[in-house]
């Protein structure tokens, strides 16, 4: 008899159009459809109706370690001007033990919001991170290909 095990997080990969794809986090992958109550008077029930709204997506926070001479974040977020930005397709990529994706969610128009850089402490024995975060008109699984 087999057994099977939930799918682990720690093995992940993303791909964003930069010539890294290593992420040491991912956080946001959310998707949420505001309700929109509706009653009519005549109704016989005292209770509203609940119909399906307009979708929302939460930014998708990427975190990963500083590397010397790295800037894609930085040149990506240069790209963003009024009514002017480079969006991307952002594919997340849960992996398994042979490095095949298992689940990927596909984040679609996304483009940075906000680069943050290190908190730098003189006393620090941490890796210096970075952060970025995506706006995006999207959230969706798809299959593995």
């Known amino acids: 008899m087999a057994t099977f095990y939930p799918l682990s997080i720690f093995h992940f990969q993303v791909e964003w159009g930069g010539a890294r794809v290593g992420f040491t986090e991912v956080s946001g992958l959310d998707a949420e459809v505001q309700p929109i109550p509706y009653r009519e008077g005549v109704n016989p029930l005292y209770q509203e109706t609940k119909m399906?709204?307009?979708?929302?997506?939460?930014?998708?926070?990427?975190?990963r370690g500083i590397l010397d001479g790295d800037i894609d974040f930085d040149l990506w977020l240069g790209t963003v001007q009024l009514n002017q930005v480079d969006r991307r397709t952002v594919k997340i990529s849960m992996l398994d033990e042979n490095h095949q994706p298992v689940m990927v969610w596909q984040v679609n128009d996304a483009w940075p919001s906000k680069v943050t850089g290190p908190?730098?402490?003189?006393?620090?024995?941490?890796?210096?991170?970075?952060?970025?975060?995506?706006?995006?008109?999207?959230?969706?699984?798809?299959?593995p290909s």
């Open 52 to 63: 399906p709204g307009i979708p929302k997506f939460p930014n998708i926070t990427l975190k």
């Open 119 to 143: 908190s730098l402490k003189s006393t620090g024995n941490e890796v210096a991170m970075e952060s970025i975060e995506l706006c995006h008109e999207g959230l969706v699984k798809i299959q």
